[in-house]
């Protein structure tokens, strides 16, 4: 819903989910309402589908969390089936069979792309790079250099059954304003308030200032800075994974607009020429996003 | 989707489908997105929950045609529940149990409106007065005068166990021009060619100008005339069902689009205010829409 309201307002930005969890809903109308967006965006909608990093939505909607991976790897043969052939003949074990039945409306694109997100597991990676569909790679804590395996692992499953390399989007939490210190302090205090709040649920220590910064460090996961910081950490993450995305989600927590907006526009402005100069100059196959 | 895409080009209209049917559907994703859509709309979002005349999305998603009145009565219980408190427990015979999970978001109205929109069964029309829901009469064929049964039918329910006396809305099929004969030319076409589309389908005789004509006519269920006409029409079903609603849906069929935009325009400036001084002239109670 929110993509769609997005459509009417933007004309050149590509609409994508964070994550849509096909586990616990019907890929059938995942693609639905997507080709719907695609419609209304004039073909900029994209579906990111994973298996979700909060769970809430399995016991609401009637899904056993033990059948966790299985029912993401039927769902999105499912949802693939959808997009690949306007008649549908399926079945499978999560969810009612479909006896060659249409399915409405088609999207704009040729081919709505399905990307997939990854968190942390190598099954996922490989299952992936094994369909030969693009995986968007979430980084949100941690040390980034200790996700390259799972590059690596969806690189070669693609290579192993003979796709072409798909496609590596990297994904993290960021805000960029005009300088190191005010990002951080314009948004430190949401983000620990949020991650406090999931935390309390999630038994996860409470988040501290020094955390905070060590992350926002050159081998940490957070994109909090100046525009030249931003820069400079995607072109270091870029020479370990390679990718040909990257996606920065500009608030944890509760940001006043203006600040949102002032980062999405430092970003366009300043950050993303930068990339583009710094990587130009040390590689000529970089595909743009 | 598209309701979300008019929310951002439009202030003041209320946003509602033709029809959510819920039945083969999970009535708290539909109120989750109804209530998403509220949120961006500044609180003008509604459901209208069906059974729905297309049966086509039953065996798409897994739900059997015999349970058709079964399924859509605990669905509608369940779109309420949603809708009636945050923290949900529930459970029925056509939907996985739910154990004190919180649905989110919440609209921004207080309570999102819920109507029932009823084709032609008896039942629904008792089973929606007893709820004290607000009901909508869809009528697009046949004679009008016909179902005023079901308005006492709704009106009756309700007063029998207590409710104040539920809204109803007249829905049909219409277009507007500036003379009768310029409305049924540009309608015409396009409505016959939908029709004998459904038609082929569902084993109707093919359309005929003349049939048409006729549900042009006082008597007959279709809004195609000069803005007069229309109001005419209006008002007089006004005295059959003293509906406090009547919602026309603009085109059977591919109009051009400025044609849909003069219809609406004709609709909002001539008819509209028409309607509104005559009713005014007869009645002080009629509750405006």
């Known amino acids: 819903m929110a993509l769609a309201a997005a459509a009417e ?47 809430e939505s399995f016991p609401l909607f009637g899904f056993d969390l033990e059948d966790y991976d299985e029912l993401f790897a039927e769902k999105l ?11 549908l003949t399926w079945s499978g074990q999560y969810r009612a069979p479909i006896d060659g039945r249409g399915v409405y409306p088609r999207p704009l694109q040729e ?3 399905v990307w997939v997100a990854v968190g942390g597991s190598p099954q996922s990676a490989i299952r992936t ?11 949100i804590g941690g040390e980034p250099a200790r996700f390259a395996t799972f590059a ?11 796709h072409p390399a798909p496609a590596l989007s990297i994904n993290s939490h960021g805000f960029v304003a005009e300088t190191s210190q005010a990002a951080a302090d314009t ?7 949020m991650m406090d709040r999931i935390g309390r649920e999630r038994g996860w220590p409470p988040m501290t200032r020094q955390a905070f910064e060590a992350s926002r460090e050159p081998p940490g996961a957070n994109f909090v800075g100046s525009p030249e910081q931003v820069a400079e950490k995607i072109v270091l993450q870029h020479g370990i994974f390679g990718h ?9 927590g509760t940001l006043p607009h203006a600040d949102v907006m002032s980062s999405i526009e430092l970003f366009g402005t300043e950050v993303a020429p930068l990339v583009r100069r710094e990587l130009d100059s040390v590689s000529e196959n970089v595909v743009a996003p």
């Open 152 to 162: 690596e692992l969806h690189r070669r499953a693609a290579q192993e059954v003979g």
């Open 187 to 193: 948004a430190y205090p949401p983000f620990a308030t």
């Open 244 to 252: 040909q995305r990257f996606l920065i989600q500009f608030s944890v």
């Open 9 to 55: 307002r933007t004309r050149r930005i590509r609409l994508t989910s964070a994550v849509s969890v096909i586990s616990s809903d019907d890929p059938v109308r995942v693609f639905q309402d997507f080709a719907t967006l695609d419609l209304l965006s004039g073909g900029r909608a994209e579906i990111m589908a994973g298996r979700g990093s909060f769970i």
């Open 111 to 113: 081919r709505l792309p």
């Open 129 to 139: 790079g094994r369909l030969g569909l693009p995986m968007a790679l979430a980084i």
């Open 77 to 87: 043969e499912l949802l693939l089936a959808a997009r690949d052939s306007t008649e």
